[in-house]
């Protein structure tokens, strides 16, 4: 009866089954795509609220947000909406999609923001395919670098600007370790600095939580929120990008 409700139990157990369902009809998906919106700092969204508002330029994007967030919310569907079909699905930056699952969740202030999960034509698999291949994989289409300034200005600005991670409440978890609890980020930051890319042990990703797969990143990268530099110059917002290599992963 609830499972219609968004946010209910009874909806998320069948949001949980549908993937499972496409899990085991296609296979392990590929990647695990996150989009976020950064309301305050969208021009094309401070337009449509200017235009359906009749709102005077004087009138802060923050002001426009607070006073309309259904139209926020609104232009942002179109935008994920056009970003996906062009960029995504039609152009294939991170290779040719063959199937996809979509979520739109909302964050603790209102701000949406979609996930998306991605079968990938033609994907190298952890445990079935060669590491060389998995690496190969992953390093053509996900980063954590940190592009020089005066190299690539516009990439560097993105980078710095949205995607890097500071913890705070909701991200501290407290572990136990031996007789003693520990707080700990749930997303795995800071991450340690790595000449080369590593794949790490599924099993004991699992259990301790921790990435399937370790970017090189140097020290001023280990708070970079995975990426993809052409995507993020598209999109201008914070995003984040998984290469999912056990079924688990994409249910949590």
Not at 36 to 49: F, G, K, N, R, T
Not at 118 to 129: A, G, K, Q, R, Y
Not at 143 to 157: A, E, Q, R, V, Y
Request: net charge positive.
């Amino acid at each position: 009866m609830l499972a219609p409700i968004r946010g209910t139990n009874q909806y998320w157990f069948r949001v949980k089954g549908e993937v499972k369902a496409m899990i085991a009809e296609y296979g392990s998906p590929t990647l695990f795509l996150t989009l976020s919106c950064a309301e305050y700092d969208s021009a094309d969204i401070a337009q449509y609220l200017r235009k359906v508002n009749n709102a005077p330029q004087s009138y802060s994007i923050s002001r426009l947000c607070t006073e309309d967030p259904v139209s926020v919310s609104r232009q942002f569907s179109y935008k994920i909406k056009d970003f996906f079909n062009i960029v995504i699905h039609q152009r294939g930056v991170v290779g040719k999609v063959e199937q996809y699952y979509v979520k739109k969740e909302c964050q603790m202030c209102g701000a949406p923001h979609y996930y998306f999960v991605l079968w990938i034509e033609n994907t190298p698999v952890v445990s079935i395919d060669r590491p060389e291949q998995v690496c190969s994989f992953i390093q053509d289409r996900v980063t954590c670098h940190i592009p020089d300034s005066n190299t690539l200005p516009d990439i560097n600005f993105l980078v710095t600007k949205y995607q890097m991670h500071k913890c705070n409440k909701y991200c501290k978890r407290n572990i136990k370790v031996g007789e003693t609890y520990v707080s700990r980020c749930q997303f795995d930051f800071p991450r340690p600095v790595r000449d080369s890319i590593c794949i790490n042990d599924i099993e004991n990703s699992l259990k301790s939580c921790n990435k399937m797969y370790y970017l090189k990143q140097n020290e001023k990268e280990v708070r970079v929120n995975d990426y993809n530099p052409l995507q993020l110059k598209l999109w201008h917002a914070n995003m984040d990008l998984q290469y999912i290599a056990e079924r688990s992963l994409s249910l949590t």
